[in-house]
């Protein structure tokens, strides 16, 4: 696999906003990427990507699910103050690092802005010390007011200008990693799948509205009712302001998540092959939640066994998250093995061990 | 305005000054370390100036005529250099990631998760943060500070401790505005280079375009006692604190009376600022030439801050100063903001009041 490619797939992948709820531009991208590598495309009803690709067995086939959200976080207009604009979050964002980004307003035009912090003296004295409040905080669009009002209303999403750095030799720097990255990987792992034969059925989803309600893949896991469901998000990298604990080392191996989240035996199959594939990994412990798709998607319907496979990734939910490519590479490559491999009778092979053997 | 045949040739922001000015605001050159913008000016003012030498801190001193043939000397003063950071400390060699200071006034809370550029290559690389998802309510509404972020160069081996940085924000015209980062003061500059371009019948020009003003005024100094002028004209932005008053509160007044300067509203000039009192004689040229002319101006608000002609004005017997500033938003930040119509103005307002300065205006008494 070449890294210019990869470099231009996923430059491709973070250009468009795509903002939670507001991913039009996103899904036309992946459907473009996708068309040629699946059979069927089509849209969930709340904007999920569904990409399917037949499997080679008699049907009924079993189907396997690969997810990774198309959302990003970002911002809103929600008000208009003598040509400022005032701002609320999609998704999670510290008011830490909003003074000085710029960012694009998406209003009846696309309009560059700045979001600033006001001069103490124009705060009430409770938001002078410290951070300054998002409520507190204007964008700046270089407009007057009258323009402003023109182009802009309430309710326009507000996203990070693009920036697409490669940093070193295996680094990228880019808004809307989280989960763009991902995307990435599940676009190669379509691509590594062209020309080979699976068993099962594979359904790729891109899906929506993530980083507010997992409603995308909990939807589209409804509507496709696999037997088995990988999710590929990203986890904390090892970095400045990073606690060693949480966070993992940026380009030296993906994360296999273990937890409740994550069906044992499932985690177990994809360790077995990362080993055998000499793919670096880390057991990411997930006690509770894994903050993914998937904590919403393995209790749809009757349950579904789910894995969740993690890029680290630095600075997350701020405009400069950073990934490693040969991560990606190496989540791309697990996945599409996987998929590749899995046996027709795999689901018999991770019953519970209590489970009476037939 | 009215048109009368003094208008027709004057100054003119065309794409040509815009262009320049994009160059200035781009190249790296934080106080200490003014190389960059000061080849820039080079090159551009080189078909203009009879002489021009660099001095031992880095000012660049810049003559129209060798010799001087006129009886008043006026110098101009605008710094090359800005705010920025040095990295100090090599944190982790292999990721790259460095501790920097904060050279200049930066309100660190402007700093995290931004992209910056370092070196003379200007390599690029980040000022990451910890993920919101790793932090409480309460860690949140602490600001970071420089001691505790990183400038991450993602590893590749292009920094060194040392080097200097700034933020990595393009030049952009938007609408009537521009946002760049390091308009203060690169946006004197590039007036300084074009006021160059003219002649003016009573008086020689000698330009300096100075070095370590964001650090205390330094190359001024220097420059002010090497040229010894018998006035100065200090070309600067400043702040225009013109954003809606967040105070809902009787005690407070209704609106924000403490803007010091506006966008649009055209040049400011200074009467008083924390480091001079500006020549009354020379404001008063300037308020008559704005006038005379039609050039929207504004009073800069008299309180902080400070221009070179804090230094200047203190040099040899004592040189009588004034500063003219294009008002620009957000100063020392990632992205500054100001409107081409207040660049304009200014660069006409200085260049006619030049064509109109004689030794006369220092023939009154003060």
């Given at each position: 696999m070449k890294t210019n490619h990869l470099s231009n797939l996923l430059k491709k992948l973070t250009s468009?906003?795509?903002l939670s709820g507001y991913e039009e531009s996103i899904a036309q991208e992946v459907e473009s990427l996708w068309k040629p590598l699946v059979d069927d495309l089509s849209r969930n009803r709340l904007g999920s990507v569904l990409g399917f690709r037949a499997g080679?067995?008699?049907?009924p086939r079993p189907r396997l699910m690969m997810v990774a959200h198309q959302d990003a976080i970002g911002l809103m207009v929600s008000g208009i103050k003598e040509g400022f604009l005032r701002l609320t979050e999609i998704g999670g964002v510290d008011q830490?690092?909003?003074?000085g980004q710029l960012v694009q307003v998406h209003g009846k035009r696309t309009l560059p802005a700045v979001i600033v912090q006001p001069p103490s003296?124009?705060?009430p004295p409770e938001a002078q010390e410290g951070s300054v409040p998002l409520s507190y905080l204007w964008a700046d669009t270089g407009l007057d007011e009258k323009e402003v009002r023109r182009w802009v209303q309430i309710g326009d999403p507000v996203s990070f200008s693009r920036n697409y750095l490669e940093l070193g030799a295996d680094y990228v720097c880019s808004p809307?990693?989280?989960?763009r990255a991902s995307l990435c990987a599940l676009t190669l792992c379509l691509q590594e799948l062209q020309g080979r034969k699976h068993a099962w059925d594979l359904w790729a989803v891109a899906s929506t509205q993530e980083e507010e309600t997992l409603g995308g893949a909990a939807t589209s896991a409804f509507q496709i009712q696999p037997h088995l469901a990988v999710v590929i998000d990203v986890t904390h990298a090892s970095g400045?302001?990073?606690p060693s604990h949480k966070a993992y080392p940026l380009g030296k191996g993906i994360t296999l998540g273990w937890g409740p989240t994550v069906h044992p035996r499932l985690y177990e199959a994809f360790k077995d092959l990362a080993e055998k594939l000499e793919i670096p990994y880390k057991m990411e412990a997930?006690?509770?939640?894994?903050?993914?798709?998937a904590d919403r998607l393995q209790t749809i319907a009757e349950g579904i066994p789910t894995m969740v496979i993690s890029l680290p990734l630095r600075y997350?939910?701020?405009?400069v998250e950073m990934v490693s490519k040969k991560d990606i590479q190496r989540a791309a490559r697990l996945l599409a093995e996987f998929a590749a491999t899995?046996?027709?009778?795999f689901m018999d092979k991770i019953q519970w061990d209590e489970t009476p053997k037939s | 305005m009215g048109r009368n045949t003094e208008i027709l040739n004057q100054p003119t922001i065309m794409p040509e000054q815009m262009r320049v000015l994009e160059k200035l605001c781009n190249a790296l050159a934080v106080s200490g370390n003014e190389t960059e913008a000061r080849r820039l000016v080079m090159d551009q003012i080189k078909p203009y100036v009879e002489e021009m030498r660099t001095d031992a801190l880095g000012n660049l001193l810049a003559f129209q005529?060798?010799?001087?043939?006129?009886?008043l000397r006026v110098m101009i003063a605008a710094h090359l250099d800005e705010v920025g950071f040095m990295?100090?400390?090599?944190?982790?060699r292999e990721e790259g990631i460095y501790r920097f200071e904060l050279v200049g006034?930066?309100?660190?809370?402007?700093?995290?998760g931004k992209p910056v550029q370092v070196g003379a290559e200007h390599a690029k690389g980040v000022i990451g943060c910890k993920a919101i998802h790793l932090t409480t309510a309460e860690e949140r509404r602490n600001p970071f500070t420089v001691d505790g972020l990183r400038v991450d160069?993602?590893?590749?081996?292009k920094a060194k401790v040392g080097d200097w940085g700034t933020f990595a924000t393009p030049f952009q015209k938007i609408g009537g505005s521009i946002r760049a980062k390091?308009?203060?003061?690169r946006i004197g500059v590039a007036t300084a280079i074009e006021l160059l371009k003219y002649e003016y019948p009573d008086l020689d020009l000698l330009v300096a375009f100075t070095v370590q003003e964001e650090v205390g005024l330094r190359g001024a100094k220097v420059a002010a006692h090497a040229l010894n002028p018998d006035l100065a004209i200090v070309l600067d932005c400043t702040p225009a604190y013109d954003l809606p008053l967040q105070i809902e509160d009787?005690?407070?007044?209704?609106?924000?009376?403490?803007?010091n300067t506006r966008l649009g509203h055209g040049p400011a000039i200074y009467l008083s600022d924390r480091a001079t009192i500006s020549d009354p004689r020379l404001v008063a040229h300037f308020v008559q030439t704005a006038e005379k002319l039609g050039i929207p101006y504004q009073f800069r608000q008299a309180g902080g801050g400070g221009t070179d002609a804090g230094a200047i004005h203190l040099q040899r017997a004592g040189i009588p100063s004034i500063s003219i500033s294009v008002p620009g938003r957000?100063?020392?930040?990632?992205a500054s903001l100001v409107r081409i119509a207040d660049w304009e103005n200014t660069l006409r307002l200085v260049y006619h009041s030049l064509q109109r300065l004689s030794a006369d205006v220092l023939q009154t008494e003060r």
């Open positions: 468009p906003p795509g080679s067995a008699e049907a830490r690092i909003l003074p003296f124009l705060l809307s990693l989280d989960n400045p302001g990073s997930m006690p509770r939640y894994s903050g993914t798709d997350m939910h701020t405009p899995l046996d027709i009778d | 005529k060798k010799e001087s043939r006129k009886t990295l100090t400390s090599e944190e982790d006034g930066i309100d660190p809370r402007w700093l995290a160069m993602g590893g590749g081996g390091a308009l203060d003061d009787s005690f407070y007044p209704p609106e924000n009376e403490k803007y957000y100063l020392h930040t990632p």
